[in-house]
């Protein structure tokens, strides 16, 4: 079965910095392209990040500069490591498979999982 | 960035009647390829978001046939023929032409 499992949401102060986990199985990681994308009540669904099959990496405008993406192979897991964290960084994160027709790189997302929530309060 | 809007915001819905959302982009996600790079998400109550269309009408595995997906250009509509007490939950619908993916705000389906 195919699945994403994400861990490391947690409650951090303003400043801090935070590492998630997407760990899948059922699957092997290097051959897609993964997303990570977030989810506020305030501002809906947020693609924030991505990393392509080659290593390749995108960060949305809002999270530059303070977050990176990168996956371990070995251990068939994603991350994200975001610094700096603000009061607009709370929401709950998901990772998600990116699939891909013929063009670009991440045409629609598929897996997705169950998300871990982030919250940032001093 | 491609702007995307939804319609309407909330909809209450009687089981076994038709449903229709609506979806529009700030510009066209028709592709030179012959494809239209939108696709639908259905997020239930306490699950995450899961696809149920993608590439405008494509149906993803295991989606039930009572929903479609149409539409070219910047308008695109996502119908369920009858409506199940499954259903109910948030519709999002998601342009996958180009970078930053970037989604709808959303449509609640509740049922009357």
């Known amino acids: 079965e195919v699945q994403l499992v994400e861990s490391g949401g947690d409650l ?6 935070l590492r998630l986990s997407c760990e899948a199985s059922g699957f092997t990681l290097t051959n897609y392209a993964m997303s990570w994308v977030r989810q506020t009540p305030g501002k809906g669904l947020e693609w924030i990040s991505a990393i392509s ?31 700096s964290l603000r009061a607009d960084d709370t929401a709950v994160y998901y990772c998600a498979g990116c699939m891909v027709f013929k063009n670009g790189w991440c045409n629609w997302l598929d897996p997705w999982g169950q998300g871990t929530l982030v919250t940032v309060s001093s | 960035d491609i702007v995307m809007t939804q319609s309407p915001l909330s909809l209450p819905v009687t089981p076994g009647e038709p449903a229709s959302i609506s979806c529009t982009s700030s510009r066209s996600l028709l592709h030179s390829d012959g494809y239209n790079y939108l696709d639908w998400y259905l997020q239930k109550p306490g699950q995450s978001p899961q696809v149920l269309i993608y590439l405008g009408s494509s149906r993803a595995s295991g989606v039930p046939d009572r929903f479609s997906g149409s539409g070219s250009g910047t308008d695109f509509t996502l119908k369920i023929s009858r409506v ?6 948030v519709y999002y619908c998601m342009q996958g032409l180009q970078t930053p ?11 009357k």
């Open chain 1, 12 to 17: 951090v102060q303003p400043g801090g910095s």
């Open chain 1, 53 to 83: 099959k080659s290593g390749g990496t995108f960060y949305v405008d809002s999270v530059k500069g303070r977050v990176t993406v990168s996956r371990d192979n070995s251990k068939n897991t994603l991350y994200l490591q975001i610094n």
């Open chain 2, 84 to 89: 199940e007490a499954e259903d109910v939950g």
């Open chain 2, 101 to 111: 993916l970037t989604f709808g705000g959303g449509t609640k389906v509740e049922i």
